[in-house]
């Protein structure tokens, strides 16, 4: 039996025909029936995290250009304000490659590792990752050529594949002694570009983008970036989390429309069975608190909504 904040639809008076039967259509498993506009800021986390994006990555060009050394190196490996800093990935790589364990890339690997427990996995993707600023563009371009119909339809693959890139490129690190996914990887390419300069391997990083505006949407960070697996697992224990309200959400779906990997979302917002985004793949880009005009997303602190 349907039940609004606990009220069975058969106890409804006859003056509420219209409630109960929207409560019978609802498609899902938000309690709000008519969606609410509570949300008065649209595009305040887009805003504020591509503001913070290009801050982070102005960084490595201003400390290299005017030698601030605040922010040194690349995304890759870098040093802010002294302390080491190594992306997983590429540091597993580096010491599968040399056959041996360095100790700075092992403390910026722990480093990194406890600064993405705090913030949340994948916040490395939508928060400071240069690439994804351009991919996101790229998919305002690809939905409007969609719109337009210039484009009939968006590619879908795997997303598991990006796991298997993840073994295979460290397999081939330490066969060929050599770093093999970084001569592709557009997230290092355009890290160095900002503290050395353009070259043409950036005409790498165009040629993928294009295959995400006319292709497949954003199939770089969806389906096949091995960097993102890393804080895709580090996400999984993070307790920084998108949290929903099941008394305000409407059911509109408008969430999974905009979230980059939409799947995420499927246990609240779908299935009701949980009030947390609790999926590693998460990125905390805030596009779905965004989109969500009843207000029914948030970032939240697992748990610690519990103790206070």
């Given at each position: 039996m349907s039940k609004v904040s606990g009220t069975p639809v058969a106890n409804l008076s006859p003056a509420q025909p219209s409630l109960a039967k929207s409560l019978r259509k609802r498609k899902g498993p938000g309690l709000?029936?008519?969606?609410?506009?509570?949300?008065?800021?649209?595009?305040?986390?887009?805003?504020?995290?591509?503001?913070?994006?290009?801050?982070?990555?102005?960084?490595?060009?201003?400390?290299?250009?005017?030698?601030?050394?605040?922010?040194?190196?690349?995304?890759?490996?870098?040093?802010?304000l002294g302390f080491h800093l190594a992306d997983p990935f590429a540091s597993f790589q580096i010491m599968l490659a040399s056959k041996l364990v360095k100790v700075n890339l092992v403390i910026g690997m722990i480093t990194v590792v406890i600064i993405y427990i705090i913030l949340g996995g994948r916040f490395?993707?939508?928060?400071?990752?240069?690439?994804?600023?351009?991919?996101?563009?790229?998919?305002?371009?690809?939905?409007s050529l969609i719109k337009k119909k210039?484009?009939?339809?968006?590619?879908?693959?795997?997303?598991?594949?990006?796991?298997?890139?993840?073994?295979?490129f460290l397999v081939l690190s330490l066969v060929t002694g050599y770093t093999v996914f970084e001569v592709i990887n557009p997230v290092s390419m355009l890290s160095r570009m900002f503290v050395y300069?353009?070259?043409?391997?950036?005409?790498?990083?165009?040629?993928?983008?294009?295959?995400?505006?006319?292709?497949?949407?954003?199939?770089?960070?969806?389906?096949?970036?091995?960097?993102?697996?890393?804080?895709?697992?580090?996400?999984?224990?993070?307790?920084?989390?998108?949290?929903?309200n099941v008394n305000k959400c409407s059911n509109c779906k408008k969430c999974q429309g905009v979230c980059m990997v939409p799947f995420v979302l499927q246990e609240t917002v779908n299935k009701g069975k949980s009030e947390y985004v609790v999926s590693g793949e998460c990125t905390r880009c805030g596009l779905c608190i965004d989109a969500c005009e009843d207000g029914a997303l948030k970032y939240n602190i697992r748990y610690l909504d519990k103790l206070i």
């Open positions: 709000r029936d008519i969606s609410v506009q509570e949300n008065t800021f649209p595009h305040k986390w887009r805003l504020i995290r591509w503001g913070f994006l290009i801050f982070i990555n102005f960084l490595f060009f201003a400390s290299f250009y005017f030698d601030i050394q605040i922010l040194e190196g690349t995304l890759s490996a870098s040093r802010l490395f993707c939508s928060w400071v990752c240069s690439y994804h600023l351009l991919a996101e563009f790229g998919e305002m371009l690809h939905k210039i484009i009939k339809k968006n590619h879908v693959f795997d997303r598991n594949i990006k796991y298997y890139f993840y073994a295979i300069g353009p070259g043409l391997i950036l005409l790498w990083v165009l040629l993928l983008l294009a295959f995400e505006v006319f292709y497949s949407r954003r199939a770089w960070c969806r389906y096949f970036c091995p960097v993102g697996v890393s804080y895709n697992l580090i996400g999984w224990i993070s307790p920084f989390k998108i949290k929903w």
